[in-house]
């Protein structure tokens, strides 16, 4: 059974969708609006009679449309977007997904809870969506029933954000790898770091990661006869030194990080214990394979070596955690889900409740559940029952 | 959801099946009782606390027991099965079905209605359900629910029996080529019917079939060379003639009905054309593959000639206004078994009616449904309000 109980009306939320999960990039681009796209589009459709609430999601994932009004608004909408974008219908209906009523209500809560993400969980979808819902809210074309289900979806998304590590829960070896750049302890603040192979995928990823909080100055090595390569990872905060000077510099780092392909160590313990001075705490990374570092070098005084499969058993646990956080969520995003649910099926009966209390007025109990009894099959006299039986005791808890 | 709503009570019925589609006819027969033995084992199962209503259902493809009770009710009467029938257990469980609530109820109305007999649609099994019932039934063993629904089983399956042609279709060619025996007009009444071929297993069938009504006296050729064989179908209206002097009876015989199994014709045109006077009427029928009866004798003054095609395309017919028929019973049970559940679901709240009133007295319908809409979820809340909507026409309807 589906949400609208507004009969007259008829009134449901509909989701016309183009996502990473059925059309590639190249096809997304055709149906992405930009912002000024977006205000005619939504004007544009606000003037059928059909539609009473228009918003426009754009991300490099997915474009979006959320219409809400009678059961011709998604059929106006596909119209309109055909002609406004100049596809041909048929090509468009193509890439398309469809949402419905509660499908649609339940893909607006995944899509903002970051359910529906490439990165499972990932937040900066709220933020889209917010943008998306403020637009059409500025231009008046969010109607009572979207104005609660996006407001719902929003706050789901940040009591999943509050009340689980969902998105706290790092898996990739390059973000557990700058966690613990993060978590350095040192006094006065400043750290350096120096990655050994900065424009591999791996160095570059650590790098870009690391790079994304303050006083952190990272000392990226390459190789002199690739030097011609670009340095993915620019920005006043890194150096780019010859892979063969690497030890001279060694001496002023707090961290360093070996993420190279080759098979030679690129610290060993002979070279490295010449270099630096015991007084200093250090942390040394390893995350080759085969090892970059030579293990002996973690019983240097001070220093910390973690190797590969130090970063795996932590990814393992982490997608232990990461499970069940999920599960967790599913929990919470159902519950809130619910919610939202009862409140627009609830909605128009408010404006009811009069004439209902007239109806009924003068009648025994009796009269009434006979006649529920005599017209509905038995899994809704089931359900009528058994609120009934609810009634009576939370009106004596009140 | 299950039907028993009374949750004090928390009374259900319950099915415990060994039937063909489980057990082999020996394992059946040892859970078989007879005449003393149920009203023995009814006795003491009603003497456990938890039980409050026993049916012992036995035929020669099931042994079913249907309690009523608490929630021990079906654990008592597998341990009291299993003891008085001195099975151990463990051995018990490996051929029992056990149907609970909601599925025992549709599972009793699928017995009674034949729909789980061998032979889809079996009436036998009604007149056993009805007689197991009334041994219960003297001996005050079944309490208010099991009466319900047993009697709304019975009513079910006579709407079946009256409103569509289930029973009333045959497909097998024995029954086809009876059905045309006893169509066959004949003043007077007395028909003469000749079976060519009485002791094969068509013939021996075609012959029990049509010697179920009065009236009709059956003339059956033997080999001689096989006289020593049993003739199953004996009687006082049942004649054994030599299969070489079939003949010298023809002219008596309002219908000849031919089934034996041999390459050659049983009925030539020549021979029989000699023997008969072509004022009478007269049907033939060959159901033999390759064919029996010369087809020329189908042009023989007043002469009607069914071959195995005729029959076979009869039966084909059948088969599919049977599957017309067998959607239609299901529509029919499937109402009466609503009916059935809604009956028992409903009983518990007319006592408790008037504390119901009590509890709801002087509370305004908006407390009331706010109270529903924040306790119950989406989907029961879905099934209040529309059975709200219902209930304001339908008490306008009165």
Not at 47 to 55: C, F, I, L
Not at 203 to 216: C, D, E, R, V
Not at 305 to 327: A, G, P, Q, V
Request: proline residues 2%; negative net charge.
């Amino acid at each position: 059974m589906n949400y609208s109980m507004d009969k007259k009306a008829g009134r449901m939320m509909y989701c016309m969708s183009v996502s990473h999960k059925k059309a590639s990039v190249n096809i997304r681009e055709r149906f992405a609006f930009h912002e000024k796209e977006k205000t005619e589009f939504i004007e544009r459709l606000m003037r059928k009679e059909a539609v009473t609430g228009v918003v426009v999601l754009c991300t490099c994932n997915r474009s979006e449309i959320y219409v809400s009004g009678t059961k011709h608004a998604i059929g106006e909408l596909q119209r309109e977007a055909a002609d406004y974008k100049g596809i041909r219908l048929e090509e468009l209906l193509k890439y398309l997904n469809i949402f419905s009523g509660e499908s649609a209500i339940g893909h607006l809560f995944k899509v903002a809870c970051g359910f529906d993400s490439m990165v499972l969980g990932e937040d900066e979808i709220l933020g889209q969506a917010k943008e998306a819902y403020q637009i059409s809210r500025d231009q008046g074309a969010v109607d009572y029933e979207m104005n609660v289900l996006f407001q719902r979806a929003f706050a789901c998304a940040k009591r999943i954000k509050t009340d689980t590590n969902l998105s706290r829960t790092p898996l990739s070896v390059a973000t557990l790898v700058a966690n613990e750049v993060f978590r350095f302890e040192k006094e006065g603040g400043e750290k350096n770091v120096m990655v050994i192979g900065m424009t591999g995928k791996m160095g570059s990823t650590i790098t870009k990661n690391i790079l994304s909080k303050q006083g952190i100055w990272v000392t990226g090595t390459v190789r002199s006869h690739k030097s011609d390569l670009t340095v993915e990872a620019k920005g006043e905060r890194v150096r780019v030194v010859d892979y063969r000077d690497r030890y001279q510099y060694m001496e002023e780092m707090d961290i360093v990080i070996s993420a190279t392909s080759g098979p030679h160590y690129t610290v060993t313990c002979e070279e490295l214990s010449e270099q630096i001075s015991p007084e200093k705490k250090r942390l040394f990374m390893d995350v080759a394979v085969p090892v970059d570092m030579d293990p002996e070098i973690g019983e240097l005084d001070r220093l910390t070596l973690y190797n590969i499969d130090y970063f795996e058993t932590l990814s393992k646990n982490n997608t232990e955690i990461k499970l069940k956080e999920l599960d967790r969520a599913n929990a919470i995003m159902e519950e809130e889900l619910d919610g939202a649910i009862k409140e627009v099926v609830f909605h128009p009966y408010i404006k009811r409740m009069e004439g209902l209390r007239k109806a009924f007025a003068g009648k025994r109990l009796d009269t009434l559940l006979y006649e529920i009894r005599d017209h509905v099959p038995s899994e809704d006299l089931k359900v009528v029952l058994k609120t009934l039986d609810g009634l009576e005791r939370w009106i004596k808890e009140e």
